[in-house]
């Protein structure tokens, strides 16, 4: 029998490596869904240490551009922020290498679909509700989850069947890929404490003030200063590169998980935060107020509803097709200042710009309409609450 396994590398798959082949006689496909947070050395390692755990075959994705097309970019255009705060880096990458997965068990014909989630978070829910909608003929298989295993269960099985790997725990977790890097440690497991400097993936380097222009295109960042990138994920991590060592980005999350408990986690996102900041800005120019006013609902659900697994369902395909409309216009460069820990959005620049000079300047002139026609809009505008006041009066008289 045939099973494909996500694999990390890490302590919780590499257990699962073992026990599926040796405890279960299942033939182990492994797969690592690579989102922007492996180099191409440390993807070479994982390989061989599923190799050395067994697996009949081992497959590598890269699905960085296709991790931006399908989720990234629509969290651009919503400007999704989890409790206005989270850039959802975690739970998004997570949905993008369930997809994959699910795939790659269809095209083996496998009779099992594993990962090594535990029982305590949000990513057991991620995984399983993908492969149930997209493969449910197939077994999940959670041996994690399943045995309820403590960590050090699962090394002193691993140092019983032979495994040489690295068993000391770091003293921080850490996820980085293409939309931040999330950092979980002693601190974040309680609800007052913060984040020391060296928990932090990049170091504080710059304390000089930098300006820098951001060039968007129909709502997706294109360039950097005079450079336009060939894809926007190169754009993404460049403008990483050149933030990050300012210490911007840097907060805790603080939010409900899908299980229905509390869950506090260290995040490093310089990118995601400028480009959503940046573009929210360009927004406010070129959109219409009931433009920004409608799509502001929607992001709010569509940021939930992904964070909670749910991108198959066939409304997020609807919001993601509106927000793409209401993108034709936002064009134009945004100019940000990076200074340590902070930045700011300075202004922005586009021949789409409704605040135009010709139709006039806020509150001291304008070149569309007349004194006259406000106290009649005014007027028109407010009858009906006059009505109702007016009716208010007369009935409380009365009584």
């Known amino acids: 029998m045939k099973t494909v396994l996500g694999f990390s590398g890490g302590l919780d798959t590499t257990y699962c490596a073992k026990y599926l082949s040796e405890d279960l006689g299942y033939e182990v496909h492994s797969i690592i869904v690579n989102t922007g947070g492996f180099s191409g050395e440390e993807l070479d390692a994982i390989e061989k240490h599923a190799y050395k755990l067994g697996v ?31 850039p959802l ?8 290498q369930a997809l994959y997965i699910a795939e790659h068990a269809k095209k083996l014909e496998a009779d099992a679909v594993a990962h090594g989630s535990t029982g305590a978070g949000n990513d ?6 993908v492969f149930n909608i997209m493969i449910p003929a197939i077994k999940i298989i959670t041996p994690v989850r399943d045995l309820k295993l403590s960590r050090e269960e699962e090394i002193s099985y691993l140092k019983e ?21 999330s950092v979980g440690g002693k601190e974040t497991l309680h609800s007052n404490g913060s984040l020391p400097e060296e928990a932090w993936p990049v170091q504080v380097t710059k304390e000089n003030p930098e300006k820098i222009k951001l060039v968007f ?18 754009a993404i991590q ?10 911007i980005g840097r907060d805790i999350h603080v939010g409900d998980t899908i299980i229905g408990i509390k869950g506090r986690v260290g995040f490093e996102a310089a990118a995601p935060l400028i480009i959503i900041k940046a573009h ?33 369902d066939p ?77 208010k009066s007369i009935a409380d008289a009365k009584n």
């Open 89 to 96: 880096s975690v739970s998004a990458e997570r949905l993008i």
């Open 161 to 181: 069947k032979g495994v040489e790997m690295n068993f000391e725990k770091a003293a921080y977790s850490i996820n980085k890929g293409l939309w931040g890097t």
């Open 315 to 391: 409304v997020m395909k609807d919001i993601e097709n509106f927000f793409t409309s209401t993108q034709q216009h936002v064009t134009g460069e945004v100019f940000v200042e990076l200074l340590p820990y902070r930045f700011n959005v300075l202004g922005i620049s586009s021949e789409y710009d409704l605040m135009s000079a010709k139709f006039g300047s806020y509150g001291e002139m304008n070149n569309s309409w007349t004194g006259d026609d406000v106290k009649g809009f005014s007027k028109i505008f407010g009858n009906q609450t006059s009505i109702y006041y007016q009716v």
């Open 217 to 234: 295109k129909k709502g997706e960042l294109h360039g950097i200063d005079d450079r336009i990138f060939s894809h926007p994920t190169e």
């Open 56 to 86: 009949r075959s081992h497959t590598t994705i890269h699905a960085v551009e296709d991790y931006y097309a399908r989720i990234i970019k629509f969290l651009v255009f919503g400007n999704v922020l989890k409790n206005n705060t989270y």
């Open 280 to 312: 929210h800005a360009l927004e406010k120019h070129v959109l219409t107020k009931w433009q920004s006013n409608i799509k502001e609902q929607l992001a709010q659900f569509y940021g939930n509803w992904l964070h909670e697994g749910q991108i198959l």
């Open 124 to 129: 057991q829910v991620r995984f399983d509700m």
């Open 238 to 247: 460049k403008l990483h590169s050149i933030a990050a060592p300012f210490g």
